[in-house]
């Protein structure tokens, strides 16, 4: 390995890529194969063979076994065997259940993976940050993450966070000179490191190394595949699994126990016990969620909202204020230029001349003091600086020409604290400082005027009639950006300090208009119980109009600025927040200080942010958006959610989304538990009612495994309705079990509890049977296929918390249906072929019986919907 730091740039260049030319398109492709990708080594993943064992570690399940174990041992090897083989499907189903899972979120992660920019072919592209190989030139800005190790080529006041290599958290300031003497990781102030990230300035570097010889690979012990934590709704279940598999364990005691004492044999009375134990373990629980938070984020992919944290769906839930930037996220970030204002005159963009020296003047300074360009109808940058392009070109001026006769030789780069930028160049034999930047933050800085093209000092009367002016602008919704400049000397390197002493130029005003669909998303989401609040870094007036126009605000007093809440304690600013919608002239600490006192207020709060500074307020926030397409790497990192097209209603959609989802889980769970509960009755009430045990395992397995999975998932793909939105965002530390909840799962296993024990009285009495004879074994088969039919009706039930069997809405989920019939098949195919008897221990249903069994399970559906009824009335 080289000393690289000890050379200069060019020199670099030419020891890695042997020649001082960037690299053509073949030796990028040599490189490629020669190094291969630009990726840390991941801990391998998981085997599937692990995933499968990893199946049987579910309580539940160990119980299971231990009941084939025990079964086994009292010579019911069919039970045993039945028993074993259910559960070995069940583990296969998990395990391609977990295994496409972990698949679909890993192709989410790759959608928002890192990216870099790159010359490749003499253009700089976009590429994802695996594809960078050594001898790439990468440019870096504020918020990129450096995708590689690597000697610096460019430097305009980079500032690098270097703490995840050196623990250092101050930002480092970079420099291009080569360094003679020996020095230390932390002291190569000529390189940059992979992992690290810019926090400030830009520049360009030589890729030197990539992947595992970078230093961070060096270091690094293999990656942890970060897998995916548990979202708080399923360690809630599986808290509730586990208590539940221990009141299960009690209750089969007490039964057991009851049946010995009534001078049972000791192996019947083990058998209601096991027959209760499976009647009641959930066996589907986790998995269906799992399932269905996965299915889930596909669709929100489709809709444009990639989500990073699984957690995230479910806080999406119950979202109850959305603080969004204006740019970009409510507005389409579309800038046009609307007019000049140059020495005192109001120019409407159509009437710009460029024979004005003034006009030509401020046209030229609005190119120079600018990092976008505009390639082959490609914008590359951002739009407030390419409408400034836009204009120019409309007007016939050449922005690259006027940027090559007067090279930038040094610059302070924009920030949004700062909310200035500036750059300074050789212009006309002089050298000059153009700053550009928010009004009010630039009058603040000048001391002179220009005036004729003559600069003079600047009165009280000229700075009123410029905000009066500025005033007028953001009235009616513009944008506008002031310019200054200075004389400096040459090779002069600004810092922060020197933008003071300016003399004003000119503003120019903008439009960007509201998106479209903005309007009907803040309807959407007021409907829907959630705040929209606009947090922004423009001008109050500006942002006031925008946000009147969408909705946002209804009276003046409801915006302020930023710099208002800076001597508010956070007890102050707790009750101010309630009254504020739109926060202008904002820094990312303040969007932090927002967060917060709308958390401690108990709101789930949604925030979005692009910048590398808004990262903490990501964090904080319970769901961080960013932006995919105008974001900052570092940004996206931060966020639990991005935004595929930036589009503030496309988070509403996600809030849809996640109420939606979270709506189906419980209906899912609703389904599964009120089964059980009604198997559980059924075993309870033959127990006391002695009886003989009206189900065998091999029936229950049959029905918690195969004919229930299949609605439990259907109902977890229930498509939104239109009342989603115009309930109340649900309280995020409600706990599933409500007890409305419970009363409903209740009502449902009772109804179904009742008829599957009538279908077993039928049987048992034999009052269908020619002779008129019944048996055990016919009462357990209709027991079993109407609990089983029950269930599967029962599915229609719990679509919706409303009566909506009985309307159209019954039809609008194929897959609810489709689970029906091919479970309706799989049942019916049960009870009659005579094949299966064995197996399954039914004995053939005669049409009657059959017929008996279909309507005891129909009568679910009427007896629900009529306990919705009154429950809704009441
Ligand atoms: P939002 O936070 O809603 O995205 P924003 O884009 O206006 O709003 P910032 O990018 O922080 O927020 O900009 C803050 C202010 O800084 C703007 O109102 C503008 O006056 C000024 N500004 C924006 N971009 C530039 C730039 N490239 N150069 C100089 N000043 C700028």
């Known amino acids: 390995m080289q000393d690289y730091y000890k050379m200069t740039g060019q020199q670099v260049r030419e020891a890695v890529n042997g020649t001082a030319e960037p690299l053509s398109d073949?030796?990028?492709?040599?490189?490629?194969?020669?190094?291969?990708?630009?990726?840390?080594?991941?801990?391998?993943?998981?085997?599937?063979?692990?995933?499968?064992?990893?199946?049987?570690?579910?309580?539940?399940?160990?119980?299971?076994?231990?009941?084939?174990?025990?079964?086994?041992?009292?010579?019911?090897?069919?039970?045993?065997?039945?028993?074993?083989?259910?559960?070995?499907?069940n583990a296969i189903l998990g395990t391609v259940q977990t295994v496409k899972a972990e698949q679909s979120l890993t192709a989410l992660k790759a959608m928002s993976a890192p990216e870099a920019k790159v010359l490749r072919g003499g253009r700089v592209v976009q590429i994802p940050s695996r594809e960078v190989t050594v001898g790439d030139q990468i440019f870096l800005e504020a918020g990129d993450f450096v995708p590689a190790d690597g000697r610096l080529l460019e430097n305009a006041g980079l500032k690098i966070d270097e703490s995840a290599?050196?623990?250092?958290?101050?930002?480092?300031?970079?420099?291009?000179?080569?360094?003679e003497k020996e020095?230390?990781?932390?002291?190569?102030?000529?390189?940059?490191?992979?992992?690290?990230?810019?926090?400030?300035?830009?520049?360009?570097?030589?890729?030197?190394?990539?992947?595992?010889?970078?230093?961070?690979?060096?270091?690094?012990?293999?990656?942890?595949?970060?897998?995916?934590?548990?979202?708080?709704?399923?360690i809630n279940l599986d808290n509730f699994g586990k208590k539940l598999s221990i009141l299960i364990l009690i209750?089969?005691?007490?039964?057991?126990?009851?049946?010995?004492?009534?001078?049972?044999?000791?192996?019947?009375?083990?058998?209601?016990?096991?027959?209760?134990?499976?009647?009641?373990?959930?066996?589907?629980?986790?998995?269906?969620?799992?399932?269905?938070?996965?299915?889930?984020?596909?669709?929100?992919?489709?809709?444009?909202?990639?989500?990073r944290k699984l957690q995230a769906v479910e806080g999406l839930g119950s979202v109850s204020v959305i603080c969004s930037d204006k740019t970009g996220t409510l507005t389409q970030n579309k800038m046009t230029v609307e007019d000049y204002y140059v020495e005192g005159r109001r120019i409407p963009a159509a009437e710009i001349d460029t024979d004005d020296p003034a006009q030509m003047q401020l046209l030229v300074h609005s190119v120079l003091c600018n990092d976008s360009t505009i390639d082959e109808e490609k914008e590359i940058g951002d739009p407030t600086e390419?409408?400034?392009?836009?204009i120019a070109s409309k007007v016939g001026k050449d922005y690259a020409a006027i940027r090559s006769d007067s090279p930038r030789f040094s610059e302070i780069p924009f920030d949004s604290d700062r909310k200035l930028m500036s750059t300074c160049h050789q212009l006309e034999g002089k050298s000059l400082m153009v700053t550009k930047g928010a009004v009010d933050v630039l009058l603040k800085r000048i001391s002179h005027i220009q005036e004729h093209g003559k600069s003079r000092s600047?009165?009280?009367?000229?700075?009123?009639?410029?905000?009066?002016?500025?005033?007028?602008?953001?009235?009616?919704?513009?944008?506008?950006?002031?310019?200054?400049?200075?004389?400096?000397?040459?090779?002069?390197?600004?810092?922060?300090?020197?933008?003071?002493?300016?003399?004003?130029?000119?503003?120019?005003?903008?439009?960007?208009?509201?998106?479209?669909?903005?309007?009907?998303?803040?309807?959407?989401?007021?409907?829907?119980?959630?705040?929209?609040?606009?947090?922004?870094?423009?001008?109050?007036?500006?942002?006031?109009?925008?946000?009147?126009?969408?909705?946002?605000?209804?009276?003046?007093?409801?915006?302020?600025?930023?710099?208002?809440?800076?001597?508010?304690?956070?007890?102050?600013?707790?009750?101010?927040?309630?009254?504020?919608?739109?926060?202008?002239?904002?820094?990312?600490?303040?969007?932090?200080?927002?967060?917060?006192?709308?958390?401690?207020?108990?709101?789930?709060?949604?925030?979005?942010?692009?910048?590398?500074?808004?990262?903490?307020?990501?964090?904080?926030?319970?769901?961080?958006?960013?932006?995919?397409?105008?974001?900052?790497?570092?940004?996206?990192?931060?966020?639990?959610?991005?935004?595929?097209?930036?589009?503030?209603?496309?988070?509403?959609?996600?809030?849809?989304?996640?109420?939606?989802?979270?709506?189906?889980?419980?209906?899912?769970?609703?389904f599964l538990l009120s089964g059980n509960f009604g198997a559980i009755l059924a075993v309870l009430y033959a127990s006391i009612a002695a009886l003989p045990v009206?189900?065998?395992?091999?029936?229950?397995?049959?029905?918690?495994?195969?004919?229930?999975?299949?609605?439990?998932?259907?109902?977890?793909?229930?498509?939104?309705?239109?009342?989603?939105?115009?309930?109340?965002?649900?309280?995020?530390?409600?706990?599933?079990?409500?007890?409305?909840?419970?009363?409903?799962?209740?009502?449902?296993?009772?109804?179904?509890?009742?008829?599957?024990?009538?279908?077993?009285?039928?049987?048992?009495?034999?009052?269908?049977t020619a002779a008129g004879e019944g048996s055990a074994l016919l009462g357990s088969t209709m027991a079993f296929g109407t609990l089983c039919t029950a269930r599967l009706f029962h599915g229609f039930n719990c679509k919706s918390n409303k009566p909506v069997v009985f309307t159209s809405k019954v039809f609008n989920n194929v897959y609810l249906i489709a689970a029906f019939f091919i479970g309706l098949i799989l049942i019916t195919a049960v009870l009659t072929i005579p094949g299966l008897h064995e197996i399954f221990k039914v004995q053939t249903l005669a049409l009657p019986q059959l017929f008996t069994v279909y309507g005891l399970a129909f009568i679910n559906i009427p007896v629900i919907q009529l306990f919705k009824l009154i429950k809704i009335k009441n």
């Open 458 to 670: 600047v009165t009280d009367q000229d700075r009123s009639a410029i905000e009066e002016q500025n005033m007028e602008f953001s009235r009616n919704g513009l944008r506008v950006l002031a310019f200054a400049y200075k004389e400096v000397a040459e090779n002069f390197e600004p810092g922060t300090e020197d933008e003071t002493d300016l003399t004003f130029l000119g503003l120019i005003a903008m439009m960007d208009p509201p998106r479209e669909e903005s309007m009907a998303a803040v309807a959407e989401c007021i409907d829907a119980g959630i705040k929209p609040v606009m947090i922004t870094g423009d001008h109050k007036i500006t942002a006031a109009a925008i946000a009147k126009r969408i909705g946002i605000l209804k009276d003046d007093s409801e915006a302020c600025e930023g710099a208002s809440i800076d001597h508010m304690s956070d007890e102050e600013l707790k009750s101010y927040v309630e009254k504020i919608s739109v926060y202008a002239r904002v820094s990312p600490e303040h969007k932090i200080r927002i967060v917060r006192a709308w958390q401690e207020k108990g709101n789930i709060v949604a925030m979005t942010g692009d910048g590398v500074n808004d990262a903490p307020a990501l964090k904080q926030a319970d769901i961080g958006v960013a932006m995919g397409i105008t974001g900052s790497e570092v940004s996206k990192d931060a966020a639990s959610m991005v935004l595929t097209d930036d589009n503030f209603a496309t988070i509403v959609k996600a809030v849809e989304n996640g109420r939606n989802i979270y709506q189906n889980i419980k209906h899912s769970i609703q």
């Open 694 to 768: 009206p189900f065998a395992p091999v029936h229950l397995l049959f029905i918690n495994l195969l004919t229930d999975s299949l609605p439990a998932i259907a109902l977890g793909l229930e498509p939104h309705t239109k009342d989603l939105m115009k309930e109340k965002p649900r309280p995020s530390n409600e706990s599933i079990l409500t007890k409305s909840f419970l009363t409903r799962i209740g009502a449902g296993g009772l109804s179904i509890g009742i008829t599957t024990m009538i279908a077993f009285l039928i049987g048992f009495h034999g009052v269908f």
């Open 183 to 234: 020095a230390a990781l932390g002291d190569r102030i000529n390189m940059v490191y992979s992992g690290s990230f810019v926090t400030y300035g830009r520049g360009s570097f030589l890729v030197t190394s990539i992947g595992m010889e970078t230093e961070v690979g060096k270091i690094a012990t293999l990656l942890k595949t970060t897998s995916e934590k548990k979202t708080p709704l399923q």
């Open 251 to 307: 209750f089969c005691g007490i039964l057991f126990g009851l049946s010995v004492y009534r001078g049972e044999s000791a192996g019947n009375a083990f058998l209601f016990a096991v027959a209760l134990a499976v009647a009641a373990i959930p066996e589907a629980l986790s998995s269906i969620v799992t399932i269905v938070l996965s299915f889930g984020t596909q669709k929100m992919a489709k809709e444009h909202a990639i989500i």
């Open 386 to 390: 390419t409408a400034l392009i836009h």
């Open 165 to 179: 290599l050196t623990g250092e958290s101050l930002g480092v300031e970079k420099d291009l000179a080569p360094i």
């Open 26 to 89: 073949s030796q990028v492709q040599a490189n490629v194969e020669k190094f291969g990708p630009n990726e840390l080594a991941e801990e391998k993943k998981k085997s599937i063979l692990r995933i499968f064992l990893e199946q049987f570690k579910d309580f539940l399940v160990i119980i299971l076994i231990a009941a084939a174990i025990i079964s086994g041992a009292l010579n019911d090897l069919e039970s045993a065997l039945v028993i074993l083989v259910v559960i070995t499907i």
